[in-house]
């Protein structure tokens, strides 16, 4: 069979990449990490917690939505919340599949050290699939994949009609896996063995998530399990358990532009070339600047937060103008009016306009301009600037 996919190299999987041409990109890498985590070092151990909880709530949350899953932030927030000890920011009702999620990631970072493998593997997919169903169809969950149905194929195009549809990627044969998947674990926990490997760990984690989603190796979830493999190898490569940038939300604003690079690499044009993957780790390393540059922002919100309930402090509060304020202070989705205050704070109308009336009179919200005939409520910047 002629070659078309990247599996079918005879050089497989020996990975190759130009690291003078990546030496730049790694070093402004470095440099920003280093520059994030100063500035972290700079806080206290509540706004670390704070920024790793904003972090790793983007990261579940823009993850899913890669799949087009769409999971509720306030839910993913708390249930983060309830697993770092932060209970008082625990306000959502448990969900379960958030929770999986939830437990993957702070699996995957937290004990990062740890070897990877099958089984743990298998722990993450069946965590996310419990039912054994991905929707309405049944899948094998904590199995390697089988080619009972046919080829493992990535393709776009209306599912009744196979004709118009446009097959982008084929994975290996699902009789393959076993062999491969260990060769790809084994070269995982390399980094625990001597000699130590000698890639750089910044690289290792872009490798490591290539080459899992390009075995394909579950029948469903394996872009969020390959991602959090990315977050496992980014956490060796940090040496540190603690997650304060976010690749899984940059690679969601340009999921296209992913789909694209990914597709080009795993069905190179020439035979001779097809395991440079150089393009590759570029894409990924400028996602990486992108992140970290993002997460200063994060920060930034993180200290904004800090500093207005710092000037609040001495003022009486009852709980449910606390948490609105809390919602405001994160991004409030649309505009807030008495009925949503209200509705989310589960009280009557009259005593949402007390609740409001009461922020107003005290100077901690305002009435947003050009309200119209519904009135709108926004915090008042002086104190959030």
């Known amino acids: 069979m002629a070659?078309?996919?990247?599996?079918?190299?005879?050089?497989?999987?020996?990975?190759?990449?130009?690291?003078?041409?990546?030496?730049?990109?790694?070093?402004?890498?470095?440099?920003?990490?280093?520059?994030?985590?100063?500035?972290?070092?700079?806080?206290?151990?509540?706004?670390r917690d704070q920024a790793m909880l904003e972090t790793l709530t983007e990261d579940i949350v823009k993850s899913s939505a890669i799949e087009d899953e769409v999971l509720s932030p306030s839910s993913v927030r708390s249930s983060i919340a309830r697993r770092l000890g932060i209970e008082h920011v625990a306000s959502a009702p448990s969900d379960r599949h958030v929770d999986a999620m939830v437990d993957i990631m702070l699996d995957a970072t937290t004990r990062a050290v740890e070897p990877l493998t099958d089984r743990r593997l298998f722990g993450w997919h069946a965590a996310l699939f419990p039912s054994g169903y991905s929707g309405l169809m049944p899948i094998t969950v904590g199995k390697w994949r089988s080619d009972t149905h046919g080829p493992m194929q990535v393709v776009s195009g209306p599912s009744g009609s196979p004709h118009r549809q446009k097959v982008h990627y084929e994975a290996p044969p699902a009789a393959t896996l076993p062999r491969q998947m260990q060769v790809f674990l084994d070269w995982v926990n390399s980094v625990n063995v001597q000699p130590l490997p000698t890639e750089p760990g910044l690289l290792r984690a872009g490798i490591g998530h290539l080459w899992f989603v390009t075995l394909h190796p579950l029948d469903d979830g394996n872009g969020r399990i390959g991602r959090a493999i990315g977050d496992l190898l980014l956490a060796r490569a940090d040496n540190s358990k603690q997650r304060f940038y976010s690749l899984s939300a940059q690679i969601q604003s340009q999921r296209k532009a992913y789909y694209d690079v990914l597709e080009r690499t795993q069905k190179p044009l020439r035979e001779t070339a097809a395991m440079d993957i150089t393009p590759w780790l570029d894409w990924f390393l400028n996602q990486m600047l992108l992140a970290l540059d993002s997460a200063h922002a994060t920060v930034d919100s993180v200290l904004v937060k800090a500093k207005f309930w710092q000037h609040w402090a001495g003022v009486s509060l009852n709980p449910r103008q606390i948490k609105m304020l809390n919602r405001l202070l994160d991004g409030f989705d649309g505009k807030l009016t008495s009925s949503r205050w209200g509705s989310m704070t589960k009280c009557s109308p009259d005593t949402a306009l007390r609740d409001i009336r009461q922020l107003i009179d005290l100077g901690v919200m305002c009435r947003a301009p050009g309200s119209g005939r519904a009135t709108s409520y926004v915090l008042t910047q002086s104190h959030v600037a």
């Open 3 to 47: 070659q078309k996919y990247i599996w079918q190299s005879p050089d497989w999987p020996q990975w190759r990449y130009d690291l003078a041409d990546l030496a730049s990109l790694l070093e402004q890498v470095v440099k920003r990490q280093g520059c994030l985590y100063g500035r972290l070092a700079d806080v206290g151990f509540d706004l």
